[in-house]
């Protein structure tokens, strides 16, 4: 585990969250070459891929999320985000942030995301 990822919850459907991930060592010249992505893993599934940024700037969305979730990326915080909005039930899952940089992989520790109906 090299990345801190936090900001899960409890919350209702159709409430919010935002989640944060950072390297606590990754200089900024690194970060703003990386790419990031969330992932999400429900007890007894597999790991889905929910959304990605590349250093450009540019994302893409599992389809399930699209309108509701933004990914975006704070380079002078060199901090990742995942903005959630009205969650649904299904959103239930434990959320992994990942980072790529130059052949390299870093993954967080997951942060419990727990919508109640």
């Known amino acids: 585990v090299q990345l801190q990822a936090s900001g899960g919850g409890l919350v209702q459907a159709g409430g919010s969250l935002r989640l944060s991930c950072k390297h606590p060592?990754?200089?900024?010249?690194?970060?703003?070459?990386?790419?990031g992505a969330w992932y999400r893993q429900d007890p007894g599934k597999g790991r889905e891929l929910v959304a990605s940024?590349?250093?450009?700037?540019?994302?893409n969305y599992v389809e399930s999320v699209k309108g509701r979730f933004t990914i975006s990326r704070d380079n002078a915080k060199k901090t990742m985000y995942l903005r959630m909005n009205s969650l649904k039930s299904e959103d239930t899952a434990v959320y992994y942030c990942?980072?790529?940089?130059?052949?390299?992989?870093?993954w967080g520790q997951g942060t419990q995301v727990t919508v109640s109906s």
């Open positions: 940024i590349g250093s450009d700037g540019g994302t």
């Open positions: 060592r990754m200089i900024l010249s690194t970060f703003i070459t990386t790419d």
């Open positions: 990942n980072m790529q940089w130059n052949g390299y992989e870093y």
